[in-house]
């Protein structure tokens, strides 16, 4: 069975552009979440879809957004770059929008963003 | 308030010895704590986890205790070995798990020596 993917695995934009991330869950899964990872701030979680709705959000400015598609794919996409948004985005995916046993997210590798 | 707290950050023991990792956490409605192992390059991989109707799960060379009174969980690895090296996460779940958010720690890296 295949796991998480995500595509790019890497990114470099400039300052003050767009950019998309795909996530792909497992197949199955119909719920995903969106982290970002920082050596300074740890992981932080962005925004959780399930059925096509955001059901959770962090606490992240509204140049975050995000979406689900029919198929439990998502993407996040965050415009006007800053240099802070450079990072590590982290999907997991889940087969329903809890946390628990028989009910765990897995991650995928993640897309490393840069910010020049 | 939403915070778990990991310690140490930096972890560093011989290869055999055990390895403890405690973490806190603050919401009390919390009822599922997972760990996660992260190597270089990769996303954080589950390794255990447990539900706070019980005090302790173990599985082969990995242990997880919780103490719900203390809001205090531990992960503990025994007879480690250099491929355990990694950055280990604990979280926990944000209120009682009806959502897909998880609280996470700071991380420890973990350095076993050969």
Known sequence: KAGVTQTPRYLIKTRGQQVTLSCSPISGHRSVSWYQQTPGQGLQFLFEYFSETQRNKGNFPGRFSGRQFSNSRSEMNVSTLELGDSALYLCASSLRPTVGRGNEQFFGPGTRLTVL | ?114
Do not use: M
């Open chain 2, 1 to 114: 308030g939403e915070n778990v707290e990991q310690h140490p950050s930096t972890l560093s023991v011989q290869e055999g010895d055990s390895a403890v990792i405690k973490c806190t956490y603050s919401d009390s409605a919390s009822n599922y704590f997972p760990w996660y192992k992260q190597e270089l390059g990769k996303g954080p991989q589950l390794i255990i986890d447990i539900r706070s109707n019980v005090g302790e799960k173990k599985d082969q060379r990995i242990a997880v205790t919780l103490n719900k009174t203390a809001k205090h969980f531990s992960l503990h690895i025994t007879e480690t070995q250099p491929e355990d090296s990694a950055v280990y996460f604990c979280a926990a779940s944000y209120g009682s798990g009806n959502t897909g958010k998880l609280i996470f720690g700071q991380g420890t890296t973990l350095q076993v020596k050969p």
